[in-house]
DNA sequence: AAAGTATATAAGTATATTCTTATATACTTA
DNA sequence: TAAGTATATAAGAATATACTTATATACTTT
């Protein structure tokens, strides 16, 4: 039991490892926001370059990332390139963090309870 | 609105993008999720560097790392110090994050409304 | 078919990350 | 005080990341 959870922590921890590495950039994360508010949906290489200023492959370079970590999903259509959020992987991905988080407020809210009413030695 | 939207998201980039750095590797996130089980609940740096297989200064690092992105906390009593989770800060990382998927996920959930009643045009 | 546009890839550079070994600092105990 | 233990820091090496410029590929339009 223990053993299986220990198993499960390990792939989860390499899965979160690329999830949070491909998050861990600050023109990723703009770029995310950006296709969040009203002003873009769908997102070409082009377009995200201008946004950003950025060069074209440096754009380029950062989409095939989120898209590696499946938090984009491409669809080419005539002579460009959209990207947008990958829904299914995004919750997916919503989830073990969400584990991870939950393990770790437990352990805290577990700790305290220690503290307040602790053992007789 | 618009535009303190936008400085908000700014501001919130770059504290992800600590946080997730901090967050995007392998030896950590297994530390973080061993300090979660019943094994153990405070960590010092030699506990740490014998159970991942690491050297001491490599241990040592990687608990600055978390301390410094505020994930754990530091307590020195006597020869020792305890490393034990940053309850307040982690729920403040929890909410960023929470906001930051929120965002995308009402974002896919609009653009699939859209998909369904496409507007007359 | 040729020219133009959009994107990807290759190769190089600067910087960041993660480890290593060596050493310094802080505390405890004999 | 001296020796032992725990931790941190410094410096260096190997690798990864994020950009650059140059070029290749795919599609569209004339």
């Known amino acids: 039991m223990l053993r299986i959870k220990s198993d499960y922590c390990c792939d989860l921890s390499e899965e979160l490892e690329e999830l949070f590495k491909a998050l861990s950039n600050v023109n990723r994360l703009l770029l995310i926001y950006k296709m969040t508010s009203g002003e873009v949906e769908k997102v070409t290489v082009t377009q995200l370059a201008r946004m950003m200023g950025l060069t074209q492959p440096a754009a380029s ?29 995004m919750i997916n991905h919503k989830e073990k963090i969400d584990f991870l988080f939950g393990c ?15 053992k007789h030695h």
């Open 61 to 89: 370079q950062h989409l095939k990332i989120l898209k590696t970590a499946k938090i984009l999903s491409a669809e080419k259509r005539g002579n460009y390139i959209y990207y947008t959020f990958n829904k299914t992987q």
């Open 104 to 118: 770790v407020l437990s352990k805290c809210n577990k700790i305290e309870k220690g503290k307040k009413a602790p």
